[in-house]
Structures are given as C-alpha cells and as structure tokens.
Nanobody, 125 residues
C-alpha cells in the first residue's frame, strides 16, 4: 500500500508543472486527496484538496493558478500548477483522507490514512 507523489522539478517564474499522486494497493475513488507543501523554515501549508465528489478547495495563495483533478481509471490525482512563483518553492506532499478538512478557511491534515513522499518544486530564475 503506497501513495506516491511525483512530477516536481525546477522551473522559472511563470512556468508550469503537473504533480501526480498515484496510489498502489488501494483505490483512491473513495478518498479525498489533499496537497500540502512545506518550504524550508516554514510550517506545512494546505494547498488544495479534492473530495470523492470532485468538489475542490484551494488556498488563497494558489486560487486561480492551481487546478486539482482526479482520474479514477488511473488511480491518480493531479495538481496542475501554472504561473508558478518563487514563493511556491517547497516540497509538495499528497495525503489520502476521508474528506477535506478545512478549518476557518484553511486546509489542514485531518487524520490521513496515507501520506505520499514529497516531491520538490523549485521556482527560480
């Protein structure tokens, strides 16, 4: 049983990346998948989350630039990141939970059943 995040890399400001969160050993159909990131010296931040119903949450910092989607046939959730900025630099993680936990407008990890290993995203010129 594993959740694997991938797709990170280095891009210039204004560039794009698509992260993938793939599950093996279990199906993502009934899980909400949250994306979190952590930059050096900063606390973990909830970025986006997609429910099994495909309803989605975005933090204010990424709203309008990032899009989360899921392909249940591939057992994978994607995070399309456009117009990347240096402040998006972080290690990105995905987590599988029963729902997206949003408290006072902020996505937090509830009690995820699974966490994926992080993938590094670096945005610099």
């Amino acid at each position: 049983v594993q959740l694997q995040a991938s797709g990170g890399g280095s891009v210039q400001p204004g560039g794009s990346l698509r992260l993938s969160c793939a599950a093996s050993g279990f199906t993502l159909d009934y899980y909400a998948i949250g994306w979190f990131r952590q930059a050096p010296g900063k606390e973990r931040e909830g970025v986006s989350c997609i429910n099994p119903s495909n309803s989605a949450y975005y933090s204010d910092s990424v709203e309008g630039r990032f899009t989360v989607s899921r392909d249940n046939t591939k057992n994978t959730v994607y995070l399309q990141m456009n117009s990347l900025q240096p402040e998006d630099t972080a290690v990105y993680y995905c987590a599988a939970d029963l729902g997206c936990t949003v408290v006072h407008g902020t996505l937090i990890p509830g009690r995820p059943d699974y966490w994926g290993e992080g993938t590094q995203v670096t945005v610099s010129s």
